[in-house]
C-alpha cells in the first residue's frame, strides 16, 4: 500500500471554527490532492498540489485553503467552518507521466461541522 | 463542458458477471481509469486503458473504444466482496494532472 497517512481520521466541529487536516506521504509523489466525498456527488476536487508551495484550485475550492511547505505534507484548512463542508475528505497522491495518473487514496477524513 | 456518465446502481448474482459502462464527454483524451471504493473506504485504484481493447486483470477486465467516447469495467464470477461503488475517471491533456471523475456505480450483489 501507498504510504499515504491522513489525520485527523474523524473530527466533530462547530461552525465558525478553523480547522486543519493533514496528509502525509512517504512516497516522495510530486502531485497530492485534496477531495471530498458527498452522496450522489462523487469525488469532487478541492486543491491539489504539483510540487513544494506550487498549488492550484479545484472545482469546488471556495471556503478551503491549502499548503505544501515539504514535498511529503499537504494541508488542507477550512477557514470558518461551515455545515455545508460536513464530509468525508480524501488525500491522493500520484506520479502522473505521459498521460497516465494512476492516483493512490488515503483512508479518509469524516469531519462533521455542528 | 467536460462530463463522465455511467449508471448510479447495477444488481446481479453472486457467480454471474456484470458489466458497468461509462461513457465520456472531454476535450481530449488520455486514458480511463477505473477505481474501486467499498463503504467506508478509500477509493483504490483497479485498471488503466489507453488504447482500443480489453485489459484483463484476473476476475476483472476493463475496455475502451476510443472513438466511441466509452468504456466498461467487466467483473466476471462475481463475489460477494465485490460488493462496492466503482469510478470511472479520465485524464485529458488539458487538465493539468487532475482527473475528470464519474459520479460512481453502486454494485449490488445478491447471493
Known amino acids: 500500500d501507498a504510504g499515504i497517512t491522513q489525520s485527523p481520521r474523524h473530527k466533530v466541529t462547530e461552525t465558525g471554527t478553523p480547522v486543519t487536516l493533514r496528509c502525509h506521504q512517504t512516497?516522495?509523489?510530486?502531485?497530492m490532492y485534496w477531495y471530498r466525498q458527498d452522496p450522489g456527488h462523487g469525488l469532487r476536487l478541492i486543491h491539489y498540489?504539483?510540487?513544494?508551495?506550487?498549488?492550484d484550485k479545484g472545482e469546488v475550492s471556495d471556503g478551503y485553503s491549502v499548503s505544501r511547505s515539504k514535498t511529503e505534507d499537504f494541508l488542507l484548512t477550512l477557514e470558518s467552518a461551515t455545515s455545508s463542508q460536513t464530509s468525508v475528505y480524501f488525500c491522493?497522491?500520484?506520479?502522473?507521466?505521459?498521460?497516465?495518473?494512476?492516483?493512490?487514496f488515503g483512508a479518509g477524513t469524516r469531519l462533521s461541522v455542528l | 463542458g467536460q462530463s463522465l456518465e455511467q449508471p448510479s446502481e447495477v444488481t446481479a448474482v453472486e457467480g454471474a458477471i456484470v458489466q458497468i459502462n461509462c461513457t465520456y464527454q472531454?476535450?481530449?483524451?488520455?486514458?480511463l481509469s477505473w477505481y474501486q471504493q467499498h463503504d467506508g473506504g478509500a477509493p483504490t485504484f483497479l485498471s488503466y486503458?489507453?488504447l482500443d481493447g480489453l485489459e484483463e486483470t484476473g476476475r476483472f477486465s476493463s475496455f475502451l473504444s476510443r472513438s466511441d467516447s466509452y468504456g466498461y469495467l467487466l467483473l466476471q464470477e462475481l463475489q460477494m466482496k465485490d460488493s462496492a461503488s466503482y469510478f470511472c475517471?479520465?485524464?485529458?491533456?488539458?487538465?493539468?494532472?487532475?482527473?475528470?471523475w464519474g459520479a460512481g456505480t453502486k454494485l449490488i450483489i445478491k447471493p
Open positions: 472531454t476535450s481530449g483524451f488520455y486514458g
Open positions: 475517471a479520465v485524464s485529458t491533456p488539458d487538465s493539468n494532472y487532475q482527473l475528470i
Open positions: 486503458n489507453a
Open positions: 512516497e516522495n509523489h510530486r502531485y
Open positions: 491522493a497522491i500520484s506520479e502522473p507521466g505521459q498521460g497516465v495518473n494512476i492516483q493512490y
Open positions: 498540489s504539483y510540487g513544494v508551495k506550487d498549488t
